[in-house]
């Protein structure tokens, strides 16, 4: 018997834009057989063969550093009726050993990350898009808090690579898709609620269309 299509739904947004928290409080809607997450950061090429130097300069930002063959491939084995196994991205902390992730097919998939637009492929397959933003300086703070509470970067890599990596990967790769998307989310608040609502909208709109 033929497996079902998944009605996909792709998020992206700059850095800084409150993703990860509008992914969680998303998720909460569903049930875990509901819904799929495949993030596109647990795809980075590893870097961790570079100096700790080295990495302080290392681009992340370029749909060069992502293995676009295997992000595609695993979305496409969850069309398939596959489940997949992926080992979770640590940003090449070696501190940190990476848990393997499991994700099992379902009838709603979220594909999240900066490129899922740019990648013509992975765009195809979205039946839904949406576009997170916030104001870059309101963006820089909350990249700046993340970094240096969470991964203990130095303030001055953390800006430098604002400049020189996150800012033009971010008009080059994403923004130019904004006007594409079926909704786009301003989020220059740190007020839950707003997020909340919205989850709320969304999630109602996609349940109709999936379950």
């Known amino acids: 018997m033929a497996t079902k299509r998944p009605y996909v739904a792709g998020i992206a947004g700059s850095s800084g834009s409150g993703k990860t928290f509008f992914l969680n409080c998303f998720l909460n809607h569903f049930a875990a057989h509901e819904v799929a997450l495949i993030s596109q950061d647990d795809y980075y090429i590893p870097a961790n063969t570079k100096t700790q130097e080295e990495n302080k300069l290392y681009n992340f930002d370029l749909p060069t550093a992502i293995d676009r063959e295997a992000f595609y491939r695993d979305i496409d084995s969850l069309f398939s009726g596959h489940t997949i196994y992926r080992e979770e991205y640590t940003f090449n902390n070696p501190a940190i050993k990476p848990r393997i992730r499991e994700t099992r097919p379902a009838p709603i998939l979220i594909v999240e990350g900066l490129f899922i ?33 969470e991964r203990g970067y130095n303030g001055d890599d953390v800006r430098y690579k604002w400049v020189n990596h996150v800012m033009p990967a971010y008009h080059r790769y994403l923004l130019p898709f904004r006007d594409q998307c079926d909704r786009v989310i301003m989020n220059n608040t740190d007020d839950p609620q707003p997020i909340i609502a919205v989850t709320n909208e969304i999630s109602a709109e996609l349940r109709r269309n999936a379950l």
């Open 117 to 149: 637009f740019y990648y013509e492929e992975v765009n195809a397959l979205l039946d839904h898009r949406i576009f997170l933003h916030a104001d870059e300086e309101v963006a820089l703070q909350r990249r700046l808090s993340r970094d240096l509470l």
